[in-house]
C-alpha cells in the first residue's frame, strides 16, 4: 500500500525489538548502479562490500560472522565482490592468505598485501597445515595470559585474541579460497590422501579458528557433496552464505537449505545479465539481496599497493609470502622526446 500510494519502487520493514518496526522506502533501483555512501560505520574486522536493496550497506564483520561461504557460476560477479572485500580489508591491522588454484590469476595480482599465497593444491596443503599450527600457538598465547586470579573480574578473563591486552594480540589472518573445487577435486590415490588432508585442515580451521583469529572467506562455483567427506561438516561451519546467479538449484540449496529455504527461490532466479546481484543471508534465517559496486581489478591491484605497508610478517606463513618487486619511487617516462630539427 505504501509503495503505491507514494510511487516508491520498493517498501521493506524490519522488526527492531518488541513494537518497533524500521520501514525503509526506496524511490528507485538502487541496485541497478550501486553507489557506496562516502561515510560508512566501519570497525576492525568490518567491512562495507555491497549495497542491499533497501539502500542500507551490506557489511562483512568477521567478528560477528567468522566464516562466510560464496558461490557463482562464471560470469556471475563472484570475483568482483572477492576484490571489494580484499580492497576493504587492505587498510585495516589483518593479515591476508589466499589460495588460488587457477594459478593465482585472481590473487596474485594483489600480493604485495597478502602475507602468504598458494598457486596449486600441493602449496595449499602445506599453507593451511602451516596455519593450524600458527593457530595452535595462538591458543598456547591466550591460555599463558588468561588472567584468571580471583581479583581478574570475570569481562576481563581471556579467551579469545580479542581479550588480549593490544600489545599482545596476535594479529588476525582471513584466509581466502578462491575455487574450494579445485582442492576437493582428485584422480589418482595420492591425490585423494592430499584432498582428505586439506579438507581436514579447512575443518579444523572453521571449527576452531575464531577464537584464534583466523577467519575463512570460501568462494566457488559449485559447493556440494559430490565434493566428497567433510564438505557438509565444513559448509555447517560457514555461518554466512551469500550466492551469486548458480547453474543449478542444488547449489543454491547448499548455501541456503539448512538456514534460509526463502532465500532459493531468490537466488535461482537472478537473472545472467544482471551481473553481481546476489543474495546475502545467515543463520537467523534472513536474507537480503545485495550487489557489490563494480571495482576494476587494477583498482583493487591500487589499493592493495597504497597499503603495501601494513602487510604483517608471520613466522609460520613466512616460506608462502609472495616474492615481489619493490614498488617505483615514481613515474619515470618510458621514451625520451628529442627535440624536432628543420
Not at 115 to 139: F, K, R
Request: charged fraction near 25%.
Amino acid at each position: 500500500r505504501l509503495r503505491h500510494s507514494f510511487g516508491m519502487y520498493g517498501v521493506t520493514s524490519r522488526e527492531l525489538r518488541s513494537g518497533v518496526v524500521e520501514i525503509r522506502m526506496t524511490g528507485y533501483d538502487v541496485l541497478k548502479r550501486v553507489q557506496m555512501p562516502t561515510k560508512t560505520d566501519t570497525r576492525p574486522m568490518r567491512v562495507p562490500v555491497a549495497l542491499r536493496e533497501d539502500g542500507s550497506v551490506y557489511y562483512r564483520d568477521y567478528r560477528a560472522v567468522p566464516h562466510g561461504l560464496t558461490l557463482g557460476a562464471t560470469e556471475s560477479g563472484k570475483s568482483v565482490y572477492q576484490r571489494n572485500l580484499v580492497a576493504g580489508l587492505a587498510p585495516h591491522h589483518v593479515a591476508l592468505v589466499g589460495i588460488d588454484c587457477k594459478q593465482g590469476v585472481e590473487l596474485f595480482p594483489l600480493a604485495r598485501r597478502f602475507s602468504a599465497l598458494a598457486d596449486n593444491p600441493d602449496t595449499a596443503l602445506e599453507l593451511l597445515e602451516a596455519l593450524v599450527s600458527h593457530m595452535q600457538d595462538v591458543y598456547q598465547l591466550i591460555r599463558a595470559e588468561q588472567r584468571i586470579s580471583v581479583a581478574v573480574p570475570d569481562a576481563e578473563i581471556a579467551a579469545d585474541i580479542w581479550d588480549l591486552p593490544e600489545d599482545l594480540r596476535p594479529v588476525p589472518v582471513v584466509v581466502l579460497v578462491d575455487e574450494v573445487a579445485e582442492l576437493a577435486l582428485f584422480a589418482s590415490k595420492e591425490e585423494e590422501k592430499r584432498r582428505d588432508r586439506i579438507i581436514t585442515a579447512l575443518v579444523r580451521l572453521a571449527q576452531l579458528g575464531r577464537a584464534a583469529g583466523v577467519y575463512l572467506e570460501i568462494c566457488g562455483q559449485r559447493f556440494g557433496s559430490e565434493l566428497g567427506k567433510g564438505i557438509t561438516m565444513l559448509r555447517a561451519q560457514l555461518t554466512g552464505r551469500t550466492a551469486h546467479r548458480v547453474n543449478d538449484e542444488t547449489s543454491a540449496n547448499m548455501a541456503f537449505g539448512d538456514i534460509a529455504p526463502d532465500a532459493v527461490l531468490a537466488a535461482i532466479q537472478i537473472p545472467a545479465e544482471t551481473r553481481g546481484i546476489a543474495i546475502a543471508g545467515d543463520s537467523t534465517g534472513g536474507w537480503h539481496r545485495i550487489r557489490a559496486p563494480h571495482t576494476t581489478l587494477r583498482q583493487a591491484v591500487n589499493v592493495c599497493n597504497k597499503h603495501a605497508d601494513r602487510t604483517p610478517e608471520l613466522p609460520a606463513l613466512a616460506p608462502f609470502r609472495p616474492a615481489v618487486a619493490p614498488l617505483p619511487s615514481a613515474r619515470v617516462p618510458l621514451s625520451k622526446t628529442a627535440p624536432a630539427t628543420a
